[in-house]
Nanobody, 125 residues
Framework: QVDLVESGGGSVQAGGSLTLSCRVA????????MGWFRQGSGKAREGVAA???????TYGDSVKGRFTISKDISKYTLYLRMNSLQPEDTGIYYC???????????????????WGQGIQVTVSS
C-alpha cells in the first residue's frame, strides 16, 4: 500500500513562511517525479512545484523565487519551503508522485499517480 501524508500546514500572516512535508510509505522517492499541487476555494487544482526523476525542479509562475522544493530520499520525504506567503497562496496543498520516471514542467509532473489527502494552508493579510 502506498501512502503520501502531508504535514506542516497551518495559518500564517502575509510575508511569513511555512515548510510542508510529505512522508511517503510503500514506494521510494528514487527514480520518480514528485510534486506539490494546490487548490484554492473555487479554483482548479494547479501545479506548484515538482522535482523530476533526474532531480531537476520546476515551478509555477506564481511561486517562482518564493517556493523551493526538495527531497530527502533516505527519509522518504518531500518538502516545500514557502517564503513570502501571500493571501493568494491560500488553499489545500497536495503531494503527488509518479509511478516511474517522469519529467515535469511549470511545477507539475507529467504523470501523477499517487496522491496525498491534502493539507490546508491559510495566509491572512
Amino acid at each position: 500500500q502506498v501512502d503520501l501524508v502531508e504535514s506542516g500546514g497551518g495559518s500564517v500572516q502575509a510575508g511569513g513562511s511555512l515548510t510542508l512535508s510529505c512522508r511517503v510509505a510503500g514506494i521510494t522517492l528514487r527514480g520518480r517525479c514528485m510534486g506539490w499541487f494546490r487548490q484554492g476555494s473555487g479554483k482548479a487544482r494547479e501545479g506548484v512545484a515538482a522535482i523530476d526523476s533526474d532531480g531537476a525542479a520546476t515551478y509555477g509562475d506564481s511561486v517562482k523565487g518564493r517556493f523551493t522544493i526538495s527531497k530527502d530520499i533516505s527519509k522518504y520525504t518531500l518538502y516545500l519551503r514557502m517564503n513570502s506567503l501571500q493571501p493568494e497562496d491560500t488553499g489545500i496543498y497536495y503531494c503527488a508522485a509518479s509511478y516511474a520516471r517522469s519529467q515535469s514542467s511549470d511545477g507539475a509532473c507529467y504523470s501523477n499517480n499517487y496522491w496525498g489527502q491534502g493539507i490546508q494552508v491559510t495566509v491572512s493579510s
